[in-house]
């Protein structure tokens, strides 16, 4: 059962790194050169076989390291972290409204 669970993660790996298009092209400049285009896909690693890629990300995950944000670029395992405990500080604060059986606005 675990070796077909791998096999189904691969599989879809496989299938969304085909579907996806080329993300060094989401990631530069309209305006860049096809050197541009070659030098950003060499340093995302996606001049690599796309197994090598695969590889690289699981070791990565377990190795606790979820890369960078681009947009904010610091590790994106502290982004996910924040917003996790903002979440979860929400959850908390709109549980205790709806268990608080005071109605609010009516000052009777």
């Known amino acids: 059962m675990y070796s ?3 096999g189904e993660l691969a599989a879809i790996v496989l299938v969304l790194a085909r579907v996806g298009g080329d993300p060094a092209i989401l990631l530069i400049s309209p305006e860049a050169t096809r050197a541009d285009t070659a030098r950003a896909r ?3 690693g996606l001049d690599r076989p796309i197994y090598r890629q695969y590889v ?3 070791t990565s995950l377990a190795r606790g390291d979820f890369g960078n ?3 904010q670029n610091q ?7 924040q917003r996790i405990f ?4 929400n959850v908390r604060s709109e549980t205790m409204l709806a268990l608080d059986d005071q109605p609010y ?3 009777m």
């Open 42 to 44: 060499h340093i995302l």
């Open 4 to 6: 077909s669970s791998r």
């Open 105 to 107: 606005g009516d000052t």
């Open 75 to 81: 590790p994106a395992l502290t982004i996910v972290l």
């Open 69 to 71: 944000s681009f947009r």
């Open 86 to 89: 903002r979440f979860w500080v």
């Open 56 to 58: 690289t990300c699981l």
